[in-house]
């Protein structure tokens, strides 16, 4: 391999790396101060037919009951806990939605005293994170009505079958509303039907929103931000770089993200389901699905269906949902043909071994076999290369003043030694695609999240404390610069010894598998390499 296209491969995989990191990984970071204004909040009140009573004293009073009745309701709203084996979440009578869910297999920190993930936190007075509203209807309900519920508990620890938990709203001689939330032990998703009846003389004509809203900057959280599947396609928007968008039709799921927790609404009607990302003036991230509109006639009910899905990015758990949901595991969209099965490798490894770091070098292990024949090829001809550079160096001063007669002699020279010029950039070249895949994949697989290795590494996705790892990689980085053959520029020389000195910095702030990963790796190549050069028939 010449000198020029190694040293040109080594310095663009070095830019392809600083891109996928800021681009891909790097965290997303709140930049914004959160104004203290308060969010403006839909207060409609109900569009309702006259009272058919013949007593005109009376119609002012049928015509607007919500507000009173609203506003001494909420005094008296009430909390309704929900206990499974996997989480634990709190709606409230107000507005029949949810209000808080704590995830049991997940903890927001290392720390022995550490509190579960609460993948809702809602500020006293704050609007409830998941909430529907019908918009663009005939009648369209207070957001903040309070509705009346059939348990004051609903406990499925003990019980391998669904629950249900159920909210109505009635005005009598108008409509009735219904929400049905029906649980599933082992799933993280649950599923809503929003009924309404409709008990006027005419078809009304109804059309559902459901809308997460979250705050950024949860402890145990980063890389938040808005996510959307349209059409087979991920669509995301980092929270602090928040823009009002709009997507659809053909909406398969959308929710709120962050590194390897989701909050998705799934709706059973996608083709005709429409989103919105938006952020309001207190910071918060606001994402809306709208779905079909429905004609209900006098005395029929119409029903909206969605899934909720709240909860870790686990592969399996996201597949099963059926939605597409396993796209929001970030390992890029042309990569997913190579890292899934990594992770399922992975996953199937941790089995027998129990240990994820382990995991990481087995798979560095066979990984460097698999590529070991191309390795080879690569050393031996940069050994070859090294026994021509003499001659190199002299054609390129014979023929300094004439590139053309130059190039024509080194090709010549490398014809009779039967050298080819690119055997020692192919290996690199092949190896490129299996490197950022699992560069991926390590930085965002859930599994990696809290799973310790040995000593001071208790955190596999996260960087070494002690930054000793980067710092043993950038090492065996300088050695493998020692150990290949001398650049003719001194300048190349000089940018191929700042490799180590780069890479040792980039890789500071990154996962701590990563790291182990690449450092391994560089052990077996310097390895395989001293073995080439110290071989004779090499």
């Known amino acids: 391999m010449s000198t020029n296209i190694r040293t040109f491969l080594a310095i663009l995989l070095s830019f392809i790396v600083v891109f996928v990191y800021q681009y891909f990984f790097a965290k997303n970071l709140e930049t914004q101060k959160q104004e203290q204004a308060q969010p403006q909040t839909q207060t409609q009140t109900a569009q309702t037919p006259a009272a058919a009573t013949g007593s005109a004293p009376a119609a002012p009073a049928a015509a607007a009951p919500a507000p009173a009745a609203a506003v001494k309701a909420a005094a008296a709203a009430k909390d309704i806990r929900v206990e499974t084996p996997l989480y634990t979440a709190v709606f409230s009578t107000r507005g029949g939605a949810l209000k808080s869910l704590k995830l049991k297999e997940y903890k927001a920190t290392l720390d022995e005293g550490s509190p579960l993930i609460e993948m809702i936190q809602v500020q006293e007075g704050s609007e409830l994170p998941l909430s529907t509203a019908f918009t663009d209807s005939s009648v369209v309900l207070p957001g903040d009505i309070v509705y009346e519920t059939d348990r004051k508990e609903l406990d499925l620890t003990g019980d391998a079958k669904p629950g249900k938990l159920v909210f109505t709203y ?86 709120f993200e962050n590194k390897f927790f989701i909050a998705a609404m799934i709706p059973k009607q996608p083709a005709l389901t429409t989103a919105s990302f938006a952020k309001d003036a207190r910071g918060q991230i606001l994402v809306t699905l709208d779905g079909p509109k429905n004609t209900i006639p006098s005395g029929q009910a119409g029903a909206f269906n969605y899934t909720l899905f709240v909860g870790p990015k686990e592969y399996n758990r996201l597949k099963a949902e059926g939605a597409g949901l396993e796209a929001a595991i970030n390992v890029g969209n042309w990569m997913k043909w190579l890292a899934y099965p990594i992770l399922f490798f992975m996953q199937y490894l941790y089995k027998y071994v129990g240990n994820y770091g382990i995991v990481i070098i087995i798979i560095t292990l066979l990984t460097k076999l698999l590529f070991w024949p191309l390795g080879t090829k690569s050393y031996k001809s940069m050994k070859e290369m090294q026994k021509v550079q003499p001659k190199l160096n002299e054609l390129k001063e014979r023929y300094k003043d004439d590139k053309q007669k130059m190039n024509a002699a080194v090709m010549e020279l490398y014809k009779t030694h039967k050298i080819n010029p690119l055997g020692g950039c192919l290996p690199v070249v ?105 071989s004779p028939t090499a």
Do not use: C
């Open 430 to 534: 092949i190896q490129i695609p299996v490197f950022i895949a699992l560069y991926q994949l390590l930085s965002y697989a859930i599994e990696l999240r809290h799973a310790p290795f040995f000593w001071w590494i208790q955190d596999l996705s996260a960087k070494d404390p002690y930054y000793i790892t980067p710092i043993i990689m950038g090492a065996t980085m300088l050695i493998q610069q020692k150990m290949s053959p001398p650049m003719g520029d001194p300048m190349q020389q000089k940018m191929m010894l700042l490799m180590p000195v780069v890479f040792t910095f980039l890789f500071l702030n990154f996962p701590s598998g990563l790291v182990i990963y690449w450092l391994i790796n560089n052990v077996l190549s310097i390895g395989q390499q001293y073995y080439i050069n110290k």
């Open 170 to 255: 009635a005005a009598p001689g108008q409509y009735r509303v219904e929400k049905i939330y029906t649980f599933q032990p082992d799933r993280y998703a649950f599923d809503l039907e929003v009924r309404f009846v409709n008990s006027t003389n005419a078809a009304l004509n109804q059309n559902l929103s459901i809308r997460w809203l979250e705050e950024l900057g949860k402890k145990g959280m980063e890389e938040e931000g808005a996510i959307a599947q349209v059409k087979n396609s991920t669509e995301r928007e980092a929270g602090a770089k928040m823009e009002k968008k709009a997507y659809g039709p053909d909406i398969q799921w959308g929710g």
